[in-house]
Nanobody, 122 residues
Framework: QVQLVESGGGLVQPGGSLRLSCAAS????????IAWFRQAPGKEREFVAG?????AYADSVKGRFTISRDNAKNMMYLQMNSLKPEETAVYYC??????????????????WGQGTQVTVSS
């Protein structure tokens, strides 16, 4: 059983930066496709970034967000820069058995963290 635990959320001003972390246990991270999703109030959970042997990003975050993993520490990260108020949401890390393809759909991921709140506001 894979467990994912996010941390690093909080309140940040527009234009600011935040780094989210996700600790994995129960399985080595290098055996998973990993991703970050977010869900704003009243909206569907949406794909933000993913990584297998390559990285993939939602168009809205390209150039500002960076997904990474540290297999030795069994950790994954999401560096978020130039944050906007509309990016206020609960952010989730996710994993699925390894594939050569990053999945964009929520249903493809088997493992989820509990979520961490990110609020972008002045």
């Amino acid at each position: 059983q894979v467990q994912l635990v996010e941390s690093g959320g909080g309140l940040v001003q527009p234009g600011g930066s935040l780094r989210l972390s996700c600790a994995a246990s129960g399985r080595t991270l290098n055996s998973l496709v990993i991703a970050w999703f977010r869900q704003a109030p009243g909206k569907e959970r949406e794909f933000v970034a993913g990584h297998t042997w390559y990285t993939a990003y939602a168009d809205s975050v390209k150039g500002r967000f960076t997904i990474s993993r540290d297999n030795a520490k069994n950790m994954m990260y999401l560096q978020m820069n130039s944050l906007k108020p509309e990016e206020t949401a609960v952010y989730y890390c996710a994993g699925a058995p390894y594939s050569n393809t990053v999945y964009y759909r929520r249903a493809e991921y088997d493992y989820w963290g509990q979520g961490t709140q990110v609020t972008v506001s002045s």
